[in-house]
């Protein structure tokens, strides 16, 4: 499924999934009688009809890593010989070789779009001048592997339409091994109706028929539960519709891709489809939680950044090999749900490694900093005196008495490997750092509570707390900022008076709590908490808007929140007036399910009122729920409505919440057309 094509049908395509559907439907469709013997070659014609056992091929025994082009450069004129060639040279330089990445991949738009008289396909001669061949020696001069990619259908995802597969696929199969490829990617669209199962399984006969090993990769979507048969077909199979750069389209696909753990062995891996990294929709800390969820997760690592541009801070994500090894693990085991929050956005995951321990990521969906915390017991280690746990983004080692928590950034991933280590005591103790308090208001100082807790199994000796601002803050502590031991299980709390320039505008502003401390044998130690503060202005007093506040936080599961439109297509202020069921609201938010908007009361509101129901722009197919929370406390929600349904009234009492929450979900039939509208969203102060 290509995300170029899908953008253009629009607003109806917000959920891949359905996009794809309708690209499919959209595309060049050769009517099934033009698979005919005819339109076959004669290699096809000689195809055998039973079926290679596919199990044991010895290929993909840890989940491929690699690079495919098709998130950062689809089908524009740059995805070329030169770039491919180019990536390979990466791979080496950059040491990405040396982690772990071996395939350099092409997607779509490789082909010119017509088959040569003899039914083969055709480089496209100015994108590749010296043909396939050439590019995969090239690669293969690097040591490292080469794929490319198809349709199990009558044309490929991309709207120009190039060839697919269905009805030459031993013809192909036998091209791609006389070129030396490596791994094949297999699309499905434009797939005439046949039955997936059938497509992918002739494809799996191709391939074994060249006497080539070619990792086989099923992009069918997950349409047909793929988890459930195709790991006697191929080595790794899409569980879901395509990714976006963004962070709602990331944590859409984790959730999918999850639940699906049970499937997951060496040589057949769930997808969740290719890497974002580096291509600038994500934060740097969205980033790292996106590669470590995808380690733990144990799925393909193909990186979708253009590696020619790419920063210092991409290579060093993609390139950190211990969170790497995560994902590499010979066990094959992909990371289960130990604990997750329906609303706290809290995840504890973790996955069991082949030496007996356990990588666990602490992840935090939320759009605030929060406390996640799980023991060695949960995850599934022995009970022992103390244990070894490693954090693979700051590359060290503490011990910990069995508790495993820490305070993770809005959005971030905490991502540990622990061990019941007999050597647990070589280490300094574990430390967790926790800050209270989120707001500053405009012209006013604000207080806020730092507190250092000893986890491990040691005492902490000579613990120093500092605090550090933007330039131009004040920051005073009005208690200790150091202790001479902390026992396990003993806290450091400071109270801090924080006091921004009184011309600071409202924003978010960065805070990190640094601590130093020692082992009891003296080693030197040290933690660090980025986290932040919000500059904010109290509503005023009476009834507001909601669309005339400044928002705290607003995510969207397609295209951003809009303030007095509907959400329209994926661009900002490309909406149409609020409308539920025949009826315009000039005042309210346009948002897509899945979606959440925070904005500050300060403590001071008593309701929240609003008119909530589907926009009629989806006026046929869309199913939400509206949810109120306030400081964390459901307030009020509507259950399901549908797109008949005229805009319904919904009342909060918020009084005493300094956060008001706007929720909106699915109506259990996933997020496409998922338009909805809070009409008149009022908060009253």
Not at 265 to 274: A, Q
Not at 342 to 347: A, D, L, N, V
Request: proline residues 6%; glycine residues 10%; charged residues 20%.
């Amino acid at each position: 499924m290509r995300q170029l094509a899908i953008r253009t049908t629009g607003r109806r395509a917000a959920g891949a999934l359905a996009a794809a559907i309708l690209l499919c439907a959209a595309g060049p469709a050769a009517p099934a009688s033009a698979r005919t013997a005819e339109n076959r070659t004669a290699q096809d014609r000689a195809a055998p009809a039973a079926a290679r056992e596919a199990s044991g091929d010895g290929l993909a025994l840890t989940p491929p890593m690699g690079f495919n082009n098709w998130n950062s450069t689809h089908c524009r004129a740059e995805f070329n010989e030169q770039m491919v060639k180019g990536i390979a040279d990466i791979f080496v330089e950059k040491g990405l070789k040396d982690a772990g990445y071996a395939y350099v991949n092409l997607d779509d738009c490789w082909a010119l779009p017509e088959r040569d008289a003899d039914g083969k396909l055709v480089p496209d001669p100015a994108r590749f001048p010296n043909g396939i061949k050439a590019v995969a020696d090239y690669v293969h001069s690097k040591g490292l592997k080469f794929g490319i990619y198809t349709s199990a259908g009558t044309k490929t995802c991309n709207e120009a339409g190039f060839p697919g597969g269905l009805g030459h696929e031993y013809s192909d199969a036998q091209q791609f091994a006389d070129w030396g490829v490596d791994y094949l990617k297999y699309d499905n669209c434009n797939n005439q109706g046949v039955d997936a199962k059938q497509r992918y399984t002739t494809m799996r006969d191709a391939l074994k028929a060249t006497g080539r090993p070619i990792v086989y990769s099923i992009c069918e979507w997950g349409q047909n539960k793929p988890w459930e048969w195709a790991g006697e077909l191929g080595n790794l199979w899409r569980t879901t519709g395509d990714i976006s750069d963004n962070w709602s389209s990331m944590v859409s696909i984790l959730k999918k891709n999850l639940p699906l753990a049970p499937h997951a062995r060496p040589g057949n891996w769930n997808d969740p489809d290719m890497l974002e990294v580096g291509n600038g929709g994500m934060t740097g800390t969205e980033y790292r939680s996106h590669f470590s969820m995808w380690s733990i997760m144990a799925a393909p690592l193909l990186i979708g950044s253009d590696l020619r541009r790419a920063d210092g801070e991409t290579f060093e994500i993609l390139g950190n090999r211990e969170v790497v090894a995560v994902d590499q693990d010979p066990l094959g085991r992909q990371g289960t749900v130990v604990s997750s929050g329906e609303q706290s956005g809290r995840w504890v995951v973790a996955k069991e490694m082949a030496d007996g321990s356990r990588a666990v990521a602490l992840f935090n969906e939320s759009d605030s900093a929060q406390r996640i915390a799980t023991t060695a017991s949960d995850v599934g280690l022995p009970t022992a005196d103390a244990y070894r746990v490693r954090d693979l983004w700051q590359h060290e080692d503490f011990n910990s008495a069995g508790t495993l928590s820490a305070t993770v950034p809005a959005h971030g991933t905490v991502l540990l490997r622990v061990s019941a280590d007999p050597e647990w005591a070589a280490y300094p103790p574990a430390v967790e750092l926790g800050l209270d308090g989120r707001f500053a208001e405009t012209g006013r100082p604000a207080r806020t509570t730092t507190t250092v807790t000893n986890l491990g199994r040691t005492p902490a000796r000579r613990i120093s707390a500092r605090l550090t601002a933007p330039e131009g803050w004040q920051v005073k502590a009005s208690s200790p900022t150091s202790a001479k031991s902390l026992p396990p299980g003993g806290k450091l709390t400071t109270t801090w008076l924080l006091e921004p320039p009184r011309d600071t505008p409202p924003g978010s502003y960065d805070l990190t709590l640094r601590v130093a401390y020692s082992s009891p044998g003296g080693d030197a130690a040290e933690a660090r908490l980025p986290t932040g503060l919000s500059v904010v202005e109290p509503p005023p007093a009476g009834a507001s808007y909601v669309s005339d506040l400044p928002l705290l936080s607003a995510t969207n599961g397609w295209g951003p929140v809009e303030k007095d439109s509907s959400v329209g297509e994926s661009e900002a202020g490309d909406g149409n007036p609020l409308t539920i069921a025949g009826t315009v609201f000039t005042k309210g938010l346009g948002v897509h399910a899945p979606s959440a908007v925070e904005v500050y009361a300060g403590g001071g509101c008593e309701t929240f009122t609003a008119r909530v129901g589907v926009d009629d722009e989806e006026a046929v197919n869309g199913t939400v729920a509206f949810e109120v929370w306030a400081d964390g406390e459901k307030a009020a929600s509507t259950g399901v409505l549908t797109a008949d349904l005229p805009a319904q009234a919904l009342s909060a009492d918020v009084r005493g919440a300094d956060v008001v929450r706007l929720v909106v979900t699915d109506g259990g039939d996933g997020v496409d057309y998922d338009h909805a509208d809070w009409a008149e969203a009022e908060l009253s102060c």
